[in-house]
């Protein structure tokens, strides 16, 4: 059974940064790409990054384009996902989640197999 495990997060200001990290584990060797959605209170979850697993492709979501960045360690089947200049409409609850279907791009939930529990991200204004 895939495991899948964030951490990071926490309270970051207007202008500030955040880390997050990701590891999969149990059964990972078919892992075709692995993304970060992100779910605000009232909200659907939606699509914020995603990274393929054997090509060096990546895609953002327009909200986070040029600020935050996703990275892949392969060997460690981990991701992060670093979060520049945040915004007070960046705080959500932020997901992880692990494919082995290779669609891509992979922007919806019906896109992924496994997710983690979530890991709350808040920014103060």
């Given at each position: 059974?895939?495991?899948?495990?964030?951490?990071?997060?926490?309270?970051?200001q207007?202008?500030?940064?955040?880390?997050?990290?990701?590891?999969?584990?149990?059964?990972?060797?078919?892992?075709?790409?692995?993304?970060?959605?992100?779910?605000?209170?009232?909200?659907?979850?939606?699509?914020?990054?995603?990274?393929?697993?054997?090509?060096?492709?990546?895609?953002?979501?327009?909200?986070?384009?040029?600020?935050?960045?996703?990275?892949?360690?392969?060997?460690?089947?981990?991701?992060?996902?670093?979060m520049?200049?945040?915004?007070?409409?960046?705080?959500?609850?932020?997901?992880?989640?692990?494919?082995y279907?290779?669609?891509?791009?992979?922007?919806?939930?019906?896109?992924?197999?496994?997710?983690?529990?979530?890991?709350?991200?808040?920014?103060?204004?």
């Amino acid at each position: 059974q895939v495991q899948v495990v964030e951490s990071g997060g926490g309270l970051a200001q207007t202008g500030g940064s955040l880390r997050l990290s990701c590891a999969a584990s149990g059964g990972t060797s078919s892992i075709s790409g692995m993304a970060w959605f992100r779910q605000a209170p009232g909200k659907d979850r939606e699509f914020v990054a995603a990274a393929m697993w054997r090509a060096p492709l990546t895609d953002y979501a327009d909200a986070v384009k040029g600020r935050f960045t996703i990275s892949k360690v392969n060997a460690e089947n981990t991701v992060s996902l670093q979060m520049n200049n945040l915004k007070p409409e960046d705080t959500a609850v932020y997901y992880c989640a692990a494919t082995y279907l290779g669609r891509w791009p992979a922007r919806t939930r019906n896109d992924y197999d496994y997710w983690g529990q979530g890991t709350q991200v808040t920014v103060s204004s």
